[in-house]
T-cell receptor
Framework: QQQVKQSPQSLIVQKGGISIINCAYE??????FPWYQQFPGKGPALLIA?????SEKKEGRFTISFNKSAKQFSLHIMDSQPGDSATYFC??????????????FGQGTTLQVKP | EAGVVQSPRYKIIEKKQPVAFWCNPI?????LYWYLQNLGQGPELLIR????????DSQLPKDRFSAERLKGVDSTLKIQPAELGDSAVYLC???????????????FGPGTRLTVL
């Protein structure tokens, strides 16, 4: 019930295309869903996050779509660029519970954007 | 502003040897986390500190792993003795902590890559 399942494991997209990464969760107590971006040799860095009171959040070329009833959320990268090539992790946590701050990460998606 | 600082960045040791990792969080951040990241996997929480108190260490293998955060700032994670399966990246993260009015963004350091031979 604590798992966050992420797919696909790897993704190759042409420059200018749309990259889509999907995540699913089971624990209905989760109320905070961040996406992290990680480059080789670096730690993960927060990219964008959403709370379940909205169905979509957009920041520049990055959009999170959230489906509360299906317990799924996804990251869309519009106009993908070679500089977006990295590993992306979805995560979930329960902000209001006693375990505030415990992020449960998905398995990661390695994105390669071809020039 | 400096980010989360970790050292060393790389460590190679023989099995059964001890090893220690050090983390300096972002100034003013009360919460500190240690994560384990295996190759091709997402980070997994080992221990979380609120100031100097370990509030979640349920995933820390206490037979060989220990951690401390004296004075509620820097933290050290130790493994003694190390096993082959401990080869991984050990990430430290920090956040503002309890009392934050919105979900607490965690800021990660670059990690320490441990290789146990």
């Amino acid at each position: 019930q604590q798992q966050v399942k992420q797919s696909p494991q790897s993704l190759i997209v042409q420059k200018g295309g749309i990259s889509i990464i999907n995540c699913a969760y089971e624990n209905t107590a989760f109320d905070y869903f961040p996406w992290y971006q990680q480059f080789p040799g670096k730690g993960p860095a927060l990219l964008i996050a959403i709370r379940p009171d909205v169905s979509e959040k957009k920041e520049g070329r990055f959009t999170i779509s959230f489906n509360k009833s299906a317990k799924q959320f996804s990251l869309h990268i519009m106009d993908s660029q070679p500089g977006d090539s990295a590993t992306y992790f979805c995560a979930a946590s329960s902000f209001r519970s006693s375990n505030t701050g415990k992020l449960i990460f998905g398995q990661g998606t390695t994105l390669q954007v071809k020039p | 502003e400096a980010g989360v600082v970790q050292s060393p960045r790389y460590k190679i040791i023989e099995k059964k040897q001890p090893v220690a990792f050090w983390c300096n969080p972002i100034s003013g951040h009360n919460t500190l986390y240690w994560y384990l990241q295996n190759l091709g996997q997402g980070p997994e929480l080992l221990i979380r500190y609120e100031n100097e108190e370990a509030v979640d260490d349920s995933q820390l293998p206490k037979d060989r792993f220990s951690a401390e955060r004296l004075k509620g700032v820097d933290s050290t994670l130790k493994i003694q003795p190390a096993e082959l399966g401990d080869s991984a990246v050990y990430l430290c993260a920090s956040s503002l902590g309890r009392g934050a009015r919105s979900p607490d963004t965690q800021y990660f350091g670059p990690g320490t890559r441990l290789t146990v031979l």
